[in-house]
């Protein structure tokens, strides 16, 4: 009976120190990454291969899910804001959503599922397959030439993403209330304006699709780079970098959002 | 893949983002009417702002004539002055009539400017002497209730 305790406290205590070590060694890394990063600043097309494949390929998932989004949107707020016959409002509350909220995370998540993964799948099996290492050999720095890219290319992608995936969602809101439903577009847009701060909503929106993009390709990175070189490793590490980030993307989003729109 | 295809591709997401970028602050947001590039501060005292915030318009005859710029309390007066910046393409006569008013039933709460008849026209720094505070519906329904009270005394 004792010793079962003993061995679940045991446990507790090993897990805590665990989480402990293995969030020292991601900060560590994270800053080397930084430190190596005057590499990819030099050559800046290591960076602009990245962002081909970290940005321009995730376009289309991006504006097909902010046009669903913004549809799904307008039909929503539709529906409930024509029971106070205020349905002139949709479009505030379309673009509030997507600005504030739904942009930056969703476009975060899906970021993390369709360019997270598959940079910790590359960067892992190049560890597996010990490319990692015989570019050591040849005094290339393998966290310069394949890492930093990666990350730079993610940071700088996520915030475009975002707007995109934002001004695809209020396309599809207009589409949706304006087109369809027979909202007046002028009540529709001037309304939208009049209630859509620039510095208090848009502006951080913006700041939290950066953090978004640090965050994801941060953790993406590390797990890559971090993943035991065999095939389950790999695997295991795509999955965990989904994963986390989609967690610490949401819990990142509530700080934030406590901190921007605290008061208002 | 070739290294110009990359870089049109990429350069074509860039600029994407930036237009989108550009899209939000002006067609969404209001960056344009943000900042009135020309106006001047005018101040007014109220008894009671009921839920009035800082950046509600100020409208005349319901066209956005300006911003609430700021809502502090006085101690001296025990009263609630808010400075609003006006467009200075919209001058407004001396006795000005202020009025915390509200679109619609549950919308926001906004400022109302009635012009007066006065020749000499509100300048920088001015005071609004005539107010008319915010209506609060538990005070509406107070007095409502105290004067049916007091008329059912009467019999």
């Known amino acids: 009976m004792f010793k079962h305790l003993a061995a679940g406290i045991r446990s507790v205590g090993h897990r805590t120190i ?3 070590w293995q969030l020292g060694h991601a900060t560590r890394f994270f800053l080397l990454v930084l430190l190596k990063s005057g590499t990819s600043f030099r050559r800046f097309g290591l960076v602009i291969r990245e962002l081909y494949y970290v940005g321009v390929l995730s376009l289309i998932i991006i504006v097909v899910s902010g046009l669903f989004v913004g549809m799904v949107l307008g039909l929503q707020g539709y529906e409930t804001l024509q029971k106070y016959g205020s349905e002139s409002a949709v479009g505030t509350l379309v673009a509030l959503s997507l600005v504030r909220e739904l942009g930056p995370v969703v476009a975060a998540l899906l970021f993390a599922s369709r360019a997270g993964s598959a940079i910790t799948a590359e960067i892992g099996l190049m560890k597996a397959t010990e490319q990692l290492a015989a570019m050591g050999m ?7 030439r394949v890492v930093a890219p990666r990350f ?8 475009f993403l975002a707007a995109i995936f934002s001004v695809m969602g209020v396309f599809g809101g207009y589409l949706v209330t304006v087109t369809f439903i027979g909202v007046d577009a002028g009540s529709f847009w001037s309304q ?11 502006l951080n929106g913006f700041i939290k699709s950066c953090f978004f993009g640090v965050a994801v390709t941060a953790i993406a ?3 890559g780079y971090d993943s035991p070189p065999t095939a389950e490793g790999v695997s295991g590490a795509t999955t965990r970098t989904v994963v986390t980030s989609s967690l610490a993307i949401l819990g990142l989003d509530f700080i934030l959002t406590a901190f921007m729109f605290r008061g208002i | 893949m070739q290294r110009r295809i990359l870089d049109f591709w990429v350069g074509l997401f860039v600029m ?3 237009a989108a970028l550009m899209f939000l602050s002006l067609k969404v947001g209001n960056l344009d009417t943000y900042g009135i590039a020309d106006s001047y501060v005018i101040k007014g005292n109220f008894d009671n702002i009921g839920g009035l915030k800082t950046r509600a318009p100020v409208k005349s005859s319901g066209v956005v004539v300006g911003r609430v710029a700021d809502i502090q309390f006085s101690t001296s007066t025990y009263d609630a002055i808010v400075t609003m910046n006006i467009d200075s393409r919209y001058q407004f006569p001396k006795d000005t ?3 915390i008013l509200t679109a619609g039933l549950l919308g926001e709460q906004y400022i109302g400017l009635a012009a007066g008849g006065d020749e000499v026209m ?3 720094g001015d005071t609004i002497m005539k107010t008319n505070s915010a209506m609060v519906l538990e005070e509406m329904i107070g007095r409502f209730l105290f004067d049916k009270a007091s008329e059912d005394n009467d019999f």
């Open chain 1, 18 to 20: 665990e989480g402990v």
């Open chain 1, 138 to 144: 040849m005094a290339v720095d393998p966290v310069a």
């Open chain 1, 152 to 159: 730079w290319a993610g940071v700088i992608s996520m915030p």
């Open chain 1, 192 to 202: 939208m304006q009049s209630n859509v701060d620039f510095r208090i909503d848009i």
């Open chain 1, 221 to 223: 990175v590390f797990e």
């Open chain 2, 16 to 18: 994407t983002g930036i």
């Open chain 2, 97 to 99: 009539f202020a009025s």
């Open chain 2, 122 to 124: 509100l300048k920088e």
